[in-house]
Each structure stands twice: as C-alpha cells, then as structure tokens.
T-cell receptor, first 114, second 112 residues
Framework: GDSVTQMEGPVTLSEEAFLTINCTYTATGYPSLFWYVQYPGEGLQLLLKATKADDKGSNKGFEATYRKETTSFHLEKGSVQVSDSAVYFCALSETDTGGFKTIFGAGTRLFVKA | DSGVTQTPKHLITATGQRVTLRCSPRSGDLSVYWYQQSLDQGLQFLIQYYNGEERAKGNILERFSAQQFPDLHSELNLSSLELGDSALYFC???????????FGPGTRLTVT
C-alpha cells in the first residue's frame, strides 16, 4: 500500500544552520505531496505543497521539490530560526474511491537552539 | 487561525462510555476529514466526508462512526471507549481540489 517515510528525529540544529528533512514515498498513482508543520499545542498547518513531478513548493524560506524518479520530497531551509522548532510531517494525497486519502509520515521533531 | 473549529477542546471520560466530537469546517469547504494522533501510532487518517457523503475510509474502528450534516458540520462518535482511545482527534477541511487541508485545533480525549 501507499506509505510515507520520514527521517527519524529529533533533529537539533543551531540557529542559522541548514536544514534537510528527508521524505520518501510509495504510491500506486500520481499523488500530491505536502509538508505540514505542527507547533506545540496546535493543529497541523500546511507549509507547502507540490502537485506534480518537478514542482517546487516553497513558503517561509522552506522548499521541497517533487522528485518522481527518486520518489522523494525532501524539506530544506537555508537558515533556521528558533521559531522553526516544531514537528514536521510529510504527506501524500491521492484519489481513493472518489475521495482524497491522505497518508502522513511519522513526523520529525526539530529543535533549534539560539 | 485556520477557520476550522472543534469542540470540545478537552474531554475526560471513563472506559465503556460514548462521546461525540464536533467539527465546523472553513466557510466554503465541502470536505471534512478526521484524524487520530497518538504518541505510539502517529497521525492516522480515519475518514473523509464530502458534502454529506462518505468518500474515503482509513483506519477507523467499528466502534467509531462519523457523519456530515446538511450545514456541513461533522461529528465523530466514539463508543465503548477503551484506554487506548486516548488521543488527540483532529478535524480538517478542504475545498476538495488536490487534498490541501486545513486543520482544527483538535480535541484531546482522555479515557480513564
């Protein structure tokens, strides 16, 4: 079945460091790919998305490129801030009997130290 | 603020009981999704409704059921509760285009 695999956390970085969180997926069709972020005590928020191969999603300095050949959607940011500390979820959505079925990765917790 | 509201925020109940969680989607969104988030299982998709009809089903137990009403709000009913049902339950909504979802703040259910 479809699945999403993320790198295990926690990831601890110093402020202004480069961030990469790896995400790979398996899917039978042509899914849309997403990154969501969950800050402490809150629900998930959409961070960025890509709907087809080679699309690049970007938001708030974060980027991810939909790589069909490697079935990956790695999240990157050039310079992290303390306020980026959160849990990041990679997800895919594809049609399933008329609806959209969404599968989330296990989440990667990021700590950014000042 | 995503525009998705969930009530109650917290719920404490005993094993064997039944509870109802409520969700109001963003204005204009026709799709509602329910998720369960627990420490050991992560974020699990339960069920999706679109304009009142069930559209996709995930790892939803038979003791759980949901529905979406004509005004588009949705309710998740959990019955014969067990300790393992303690979790955060999230509702999300979407316009029903490419699966982009907006999440509510969640209901924390504690079963004692």
């Amino acid at each position: 079945g479809d699945s999403v695999t993320q790198m295990e956390g926690p990831v601890t970085l110093s402020e202004e460091a480069f961030l990469t969180i790896n995400c790979t997926y398996t899917a039978t069709g042509y899914p849309s790919l997403f990154w969501y972020v969950q800050y402490p005590g809150e629900g998930l928020q959409l961070l960025l998305k890509a709907t087809k191969a080679d699309d690049k999603g970007s938001n708030k300095g974060f980027e991810a490129t939909y790589r069909k050949e490697t079935t990956s959607f790695h999240l990157e940011k050039g310079s992290v801030q303390v306020s980026d500390s959160a849990v990041y979820f990679c997800a895919l959505s594809e049609t399933d009997t008329g609806g959209f079925k969404t599968i989330f990765g296990a989440g990667t917790r990021l700590f950014v130290k000042a | 603020d995503s525009g998705v509201t969930q009530t109650p925020k917290h719920l404490i109940t005993a094993t064997g009981q039944r509870v109802t969680l409520r969700c109001s989607p963003r204005s204009g969104d026709l799709s509602v999704y329910w998720y369960q988030q627990s420490l050991d299982q992560g974020l699990q998709f339960l069920i999706q409704y679109y304009n009142g009809e069930e559209r996709a089903k995930g790892n939803i137990l038979e003791r759980f059921s949901a529905q979406q009403f004509p005004d588009l709000h949705s309710e998740l009913n959990l019955s014969s509760l067990e300790l393992g049902d303690s979790a955060l339950y999230f509702c999300a909504s979407s316009v029903y285009r490419d699966g982009e979802q907006y999440f509510g703040p969640g209901t924390r259910l504690t079963v004692t």
